[in-house]
């Protein structure tokens, strides 16, 4: 089993993004992708992912995940030089993700993205290992065997100790509309009983990034 560290960035630009020409907000656009892509050609890593926010409170959203730390604290570092004080750290969620080998091979050409923390009750740690696995069996159940969730592709990151939240869950997503009518389907699943925290939810697309040049 391969251990990845997952780190998700969402940053806000400020109102002096706007006052600088277009020609250097897209030689700053530019300079940021060149970087990820040069992480991606890595073999240590997984993913280098850079998304436009499509909520109010973020703008750039990043997600890294590397076999090795230093891949996410190198593209943070050079990002924020390149955005100067343009842009502020919004939400960062920082996790472990366990691989099994059925995963390896999963290709994803999704348009959306979406992470969000999760933490449970002491009550769900109180149960037995074998009700806790017989509940999230029924979840996860219900969150395949739909006709919506079809092409949704899932990432459960651990961050007990990392962060405020027990997990982190990463979502790559073909279609928003699938994404919100599989959620709602889960919204009555018995395993809802003990999720205590699910926020902030961080939503993004890696569709063209003209809305950052206007």
Known sequence: ?????????????????????????????????????QLKKRPEVKKAEFYTSLRHDSDLIFWIMSAENYAAVEFRAYA?????????????????????????????????????????????????????SEIMAEHINVATSNPHSRGIVSYTTHSF????????????????????????????VRARKWIIKEDPVIVGSNAKFDSLLY
Do not use: C, H
């Open 1 to 37: 089993m391969k251990t990845y560290l997952s780190s998700v960035y969402s940053y806000k630009l400020s109102y002096k993004w706007w006052r600088l020409s277009r020609a250097r907000r897209k030689s700053i656009i530019s300079g940021i992708s060149t970087k990820l892509n």
């Open 80 to 132: 924020e030089k390149l955005l100067d004080d343009n842009a502020s750290i919004r939400y960062g969620l920082i996790s472990l993700y366990k691989e099994n080998p059925s995963q390896t091979a999963k290709k994803s050409n999704t348009v959306f993205f979406v992470a969000y923390p999760v933490k449970k009750s002491a009550d769900w740690y109180a149960l037995s290992k074998a009700d806790r």
């Open 161 to 188: 100790g990392l962060d405020d939240s027990d997990f982190v869950v990463i979502y790559e997503l073909p279609s928003l509309l699938g994404w919100v009518e599989t959620v709602e389907l889960l919204r009555g």
